[in-house]
């Protein structure tokens, strides 16, 4: 069977007719960019919450919870804490990439969120995994260094990453928890994900 078109997302937008970046026109690219702009303002948020949908079903391995149910766990407790939309939709994201990423999804998530969130959420993001190894101390599997955050004691943002991963994440694992569903936070995170995307910070 031959291949096809993609379908164009809105109807009246147009398909660029070369195949090669380096053939497209100026004109090309003005109205391809148009489209681009668009495009992403109304599927990121989508696609993402996709990529998190796709666990929803998915078995655990010895957890009282699946990864989606943690995720979605750890955001309820965030939003019943009274943190702002932001803090909420990153805690929504925040082991989306736990599964096919494990050894480092904390940069996966972090990569993912960086150019809608502030510096705070995205410092959590990257170094959430190292705060959680002071919870590993009775894995005899286990070799890292539990004291490990302490490296970071000072930095402007130590408390509050410390605050969630102690109180929104390492024990957001319970089977009988009231958590709430998905629907509860995709107003939040359309907004969150619409809003125009900026630098991410190089940081440590």
Request: proline share 5%.
């Amino acid at each position: 069977m031959p291949w096809c078109r993609s379908p164009l997302a809105k109807s009246g937008w147009r398909y660029v007719e070369e195949a090669e970046l380096g053939d497209f026109s100026p004109e090309e690219w003005k109205f391809l960019n148009a489209q681009k702009d668009e495009f992403y303002r109304e599927e990121r948020a989508n696609t993402a919450l996709r990529m998190l949908g796709t666990m929803k079903d998915d078995p655990s391995y010895g957890y009282q919870v699946n990864n989606y149910t943690h995720c979605l766990q750890s955001a309820t407790m965030v939003m019943r804490a009274g943190y702002d939309e932001e803090t909420i939709v990153t805690a929504v994201f925040h082991d989306v990439g736990f599964i096919v990423c494990v050894e480092s999804h904390g940069q996966f998530s972090a990569a993912l969120l960086g150019p809608i969130i502030s510096e705070k959420n995205y410092w959590m993001l990257r170094h959430h995994q190292i705060f959680m190894t002071q919870h590993s101390g009775n894995d005899p599997a286990f070799t890292g260094d539990v004291s490990a955050r302490e490296k970071y004691r000072g930095h402007p943002h130590f408390e509050w990453i410390a605050t969630f991963v102690d109180t929104f994440d390492q024990n957001a694992l319970q089977a009988d928890y009231d958590t709430a569903s998905i629907e509860v936070f995709l107003p939040m995170v359309h907004r969150v994900f619409a809003q125009k995307p900026h630098s991410v910070p190089v940081i440590d």
